[in-house]
Structures are given as C-alpha cells and as structure tokens.
RNA sequence: UCCCCGGUAGCUCAGCUGGUAGAGCAGGCGGCUGUUAACCGCCUUGUCGCAGGUUCGAGUCCUGCCCGGGGAGCCA
C-alpha cells in the first residue's frame, strides 16, 4: 500500500468527471476484487461519474497504484496511476502520473468552486461569445455546469493561436488547457490561461444563438439549440434540483415511489380530453357490424388511452404501502393554448392511507417548505439570474413560503372573507358567493392582501369539486384542499378520498357515471378500505412559481402544445 | 374552442393618413483595446407569413388561410 502526503492530497484534488487514460496495458485489481485491466493497443479511458470520497481506496498491487471508488448499485469507478512518480507533473496539457496520462473534465462549475487558483484544468464546452483583440483572445465558454462560464485567456503563445483560436466564433465547441489562474480583471474569479485550444465542433455564421437578448418565442423554435442559453440552462438545472428535491422529501417522510401507468384503458377519469393510443390503421380500422370501429381488435382489445393522472392507480399503492408517490408524464388533449398548459407535463402525486385532510394539508406544507429551501440552496447562482432578469420576486415569495406558516381557511370562510372585502370596496371581475368555484383574482387576494402568507382552503362545495373527494357529515362539502401562494394562486389541489363503498357509488352514479367503469376503485373500498388522502401538483407550476418564468413552455425542455411537438 | 394583437434582413424591431424598405445587433474588412452584451469606421443581406382582391400604384386597405403571442374557458 502506498501512501504519503503527494498522493493524498492528489487524491482530494480529483473532482467529478475526471479521467484517466493509462498506456500501455495494465492490469488491476478493483476494490471488490475482481480484475480488470487495459487495452495493450489503445489508451483506455475511465470516467469518473462522482467525485471521490471518503470510501475511496488505494491498493497498489505490483508498482501500479490504484484509486477505487464502488458507488452503491452502480458500476465500480476507478483512477489508476502508477505508483513510481509520487507527484502529479503537468506535462502538455495532461497531468502524467507514472506512465499514465491524465485530463481533466471538471465541470466548470466544479472548477469555480476550487479554493484557490493554480493547477491544471481543462474545460470542455460551447463558446458563449468571443473577444478578439491584439495579442489576446478571450473566450467565454460554458460547458452547462452552472450559470457561469469560464473565460478562457488566449495569446501567441497559446498552441493554436493563429490557426484555432483566432478563427473561432459564438457556438463553437473547444477543449481549452492551461492553468487556473487568479483573474486579474473584474467579473470572474479565475480564469483559464490557455496553454493550447482545441476546436471540436465548428459552428458557422448561421448559428441562430447570438450573444445578445433572443425572445422566448424565437427561442422555442430552435429548442434544440436553446438549453446553451442563460435562462433555459437555469431552467433546466432548476429542474433537476426540484426533481431530486422531491424525491427526497417523500422518501425522507417514507413514500414510495409508485410508477403508475403511462397508458390507462379507462376512460373515465374525469381529468379531461384524452390521446387515444391505438394500432389500429387510421385511414382504415376494422369495422363491427354496426360499422362502428371494431376496438376489440385493437392492441388491449378495448380502447386505450394516455394517463390523464395516476391518482386512481396510487390509491391502490397507498392501500398497500401506506405512502405513495407518482412523479411522472401525464397528457391532456384538451386544446388549451395558454401561459400555463401542456399536452404533456410531469405531475406529482402522493397518497397515503391513514391520512384525513389535516394532515394532507401538513404534508404540502412541509413539503413545498422543504423543496423551495432545497432549491434555494442548491440554485443560488440561478436563482439570482432569476431575481434579477426573470422576476423580481422569484427568491421572496419563495421564502414567505418557506417561513410563513400556512393558514387553514375554510372555503365557507374564505368566501365570507371575499364578500366582506368586495362591499369594502375591492373590485373583483368575476363574482364570489357559496357554491362558486374561485378565480385567480381572489386566490391572490386571500393570499397577497389578506394574509401575506400561504393559504389552505379546505371543505369545498361538493358540487364543483370530483366525485372521489369525502363527503363531509354537512352533506354539503367535501374534504377538498387547495394551496394558494402568492404571485399565481392555487399551486396544490388534493382531497382525502371517500373511503366508504355505498357514499363513493351514491356520487359515481349521482354525476352520471357508470360505477361498472370502477369496479376496481370500488373495491379497494370492499377489502380493507382506510381513510386516505393525496395532492396533485403540476411539476412545471412549480418551476414557473419557483423561477418566475412568465410561459410554461419554457420551463419544460420539450414543449407539446396544440399543434406543436417538434423536437 | 372563443376574443384580442402580431408575422418586415440571421436576430430584435421601425416604417405616419397607400407612392414601390430602414436602424441596432449578427456577418465581412480595417482599427483599437485585459476584454467581459467590448468599442470605432466602412461594407453585405429582404418573394415585407401565404393566396386572392381593391387601386395607376399595396409592407400599408379588404377577404380567406397558415403560424406565433396575450387573455378567456378547461385545468395541473
């Protein structure tokens, strides 16, 4: 085994989506033990996918030392060197340890979080703009990592300075190499002092990306090229964060994942126009003897469809893991052009059984308090551009959310509340009294003038609310909730559902549904039914709220709306 | 689906009550500069969304269609 001060603190240095080439052939034992070893023709190349931590290991069978990393339930990641050269030596822009040679691919963001400057680096990306002048060149290059690039300092003396660097031009792709240095200019902190530029992927005059203001409308046309910008790139790391955020508050609160169906045979869900899935041919389906298309020979013998919602389906996980999530597609039809609709968005969805409306409500609070504080901390650099070029209150309204507890209103209440303001004077557009459902302008009101904090409005008229949400003992309302934020109203609307078989048939038929179409929901209320409670929530309202981007369309990378699926 | 608004250079837009097209940016050339939406000078670029119509003459007026945006409804 071998150790000492060089090796370690080479070890620490090693981040991210580093990786090693070693030549010739070398054989090696991982830390699991089994072997593995190199081409003897080609220098191999090994990437490492998270940056080194404690658990990894050094071994150093024969003179070949070997850093192992076993990520849990993935591939086993390694970073060979040999073990006569104690110290890391740039050598032409790769770090050579022993016989092996070594590059960087530290993400950007990585690279800016260094501690200080000096050391090789190699950054890997997409050129943002270029800045010619005489004797240096400065290239903005950004490789997604983060909101900043990097600029990458070029003079004579880079390698490739006449021939490369001088001729690039906004959208090239460039490997740079060189040293990390303190910048000396204002604007960044280090900058990347070019020992030689490589160009990978040209990018001609025509390339759409200016390095000015584009419009989101021109930007959606070319939705391939639109993730290299500012805005769509915080968006999409935005994206990410709340993604994972989500996944770790319901697992932290013991919910499981459920996936729940893309493709559902019912119809009946109520949620909706919905794409009809089938294989039979259009212009010329099989006909029954009415003439009606023959369904019974389509690929599920009955009509399918897309999943309007997975709700139905997390009800029976609930009922059987007690607490459920769904976080997947899901797809209307209707042709709604609007700021705030898709044809296909992500929905989350938990349910849990044992639970009434109280402490659903509890859980969309801990859980929009844990996913906002979550994207505030890991989106700091975006959540500034947001601030500051999106809306202007982006980060604010985030953290009355996070701060302010939630105030329970019945909607009763709430409509007293409403009335009582509109004879003080306020001026509503749309009408308020009981059996209404509420407007926008009026969820803004309770939130934003009444309160100033987040608002649960529960208990809603039953009559404009779906046939699966708990009659409550009034017979009048049902056990509904909405959360309601400032800035866009509601953002979370849940139930607990009617557990009890005879009071969810009575509704079914009541509304002029079929309960034959339920027989399975119903069920679940015949074996071992329990009172339960779930919320839906849009997952790109949430990144429209949290960012303050004005268009659901670009809050999504791929955007389906009428007449619209490009990309 | 309904109601409004728009479609002019690669991009962002101007073009008054009809007289046959302009700016900034991008691009090219030159200059200057540790620059950072760099700057300065010169230059290039258009089936004015498509199809009809009115008119001596249409980017401009009328009709239809297509596309985009905003609002409404529906909702997440």
């Keep these: 085994m071998t150790s000492g001060s060089a090796r370690s603190d080479f070890v620490k240095s090693v981040r991210t989506g580093f990786s090693v080439a070693s030549s010739p052939s070398m054989g090696f034992r991982l830390e699991d033990g089994r072997r593995a070893s190199t081409s003897s023709t080609t220098t191999s190349l090994f990437r490492i996918a998270s940056p080194i931590s404690r658990r990894a290991r050094f071994m150093c069978p024969g003179n070949q030392l070997i850093f192992s990393m076993i990520r849990p339930a993935r591939r086993a990641i390694f970073l060979l060197a040999s073990a006569h050269d104690s110290e890391p030596r740039p050598t032409g822009g790769t770090l050579l340890i022993g016989g092996v040679t070594m590059s960087s691919s530290e993400s950007i963001r990585s690279m800016l979080r260094r501690e200080s400057a000096g050391g090789e680096a190699v950054v890997r990306g997409w050129l943002r703009t270029v800045r010619h002048g005489k004797g240096v060149s400065f290239l903005d290059v950004s490789d997604g990592s983060c909101m900043d690039g990097l600029q990458v300092v070029a003079s004579p003396e880079t390698a490739g300075y006449e021939e490369v660097v001088k001729q690039l031009s906004t959208g090239c792709s460039v490997v740079a190499r060189g040293e990390l240095v303190d910048s000396p200019a ?18 001609g005059e025509d390339y759409p990306l200016q390095k000015k203001r584009h419009s989101f409308e021109f930007l959606r046309t070319i939705a391939h090229l639109r993730p290299r910008t500012n805005t769509i790139g915080a968006v999409l790391r935005v994206r990410n964060a709340a993604s994972m955020a989500i996944h770790e508050f319901f697992q932290r609160e013991e919910f499981f994942y459920l996936h729940t169906p893309i493709i559902t045979a019912s119809d009946a869900e109520g949620a909706g126009e919905m794409f009809r899935v089938t294989t039979l041919p259009v212009g010329d389906p099989p006909r029954n ?106 980060i604010e309204r985030m953290k009355t959310v996070i701060e302010r507890p939630f105030e329970r209103i019945p909607y009763h209440e709430a409509i007293a ?18 059996g209404l459902d509420l407007q926008s302008e009026h969820e803004r009101y309770l939130t934003e003038k009444h309160t ?24 009048e309302t049902v056990a509904a909730m909405d959360v309601l934020v400032g800035g866009v109203g509601e953002i979370i609307g849940g139930s607990q559902r009617e557990h009890r078989a005879d009071v969810l048939e009575a509704t079914i038929r009541a509304q002029g549904l079929e309960p034959d179409d339920y027989w399975w929901y119903l069920d679940l209320r015949r074996f071992g039914s329990v009172p339960h409670a779930g919320f839906g929530l849009g997952f790109e309202r949430i990144i429209q709220f949290i960012t303050g981007m004005a268009n659901i369309r670009d809050v999504i990378p791929f955007p389906r709306t009428p007449g619209s699926a490009e990309f």
């Design 417 to 434: 509340i409403l009335e009582k303001a509109r004879d003080r004077g306020e001026s509503f557009e749309f009408p308020v009294g009981f």
């Design 186 to 203: 204002k604007g960044q902190r280090f900058e990347l002092k070019a020992r030689d530029v490589e160009l990978v992927g040209d990018a």
């Design 289 to 394: 003897k009415e003439g009606q298309v023959d369904d019974a020979q389509d690929f599920f013998s009955r009509p399918a469809y897309l999943t309007v919602s997975g709700q139905l389906e997390g009800e029976i996980g609930a009922l059987a893991m007690s607490r459920v999530y769904t976080f997947g597609p899901t797809f209307r039809a209707e042709n709604s052009n609007t700021a705030r609709h898709l044809a296909e968005f992500w929905m989350v969805e938990p349910e849990a059984a044992f639970y009434d409306l109280d402490d659903l409500a509890a859980l969309s609070e801990r859980f929009l308090k844990s996913v906002f504080k979550d994207v505030l901390d890991r989106c700091e650099d975006d959540m500034a551009f947001f601030e500051k070029r999106i809306e202007k209150q982006a």
């Design 452 to 475: 100033g904090c987040p608002i649960v409005v529960t208990d809603w008229p039953k009559d404009i609310k779906a046939f699966y949400m708990y009659r409550n003992d009034d017979e």
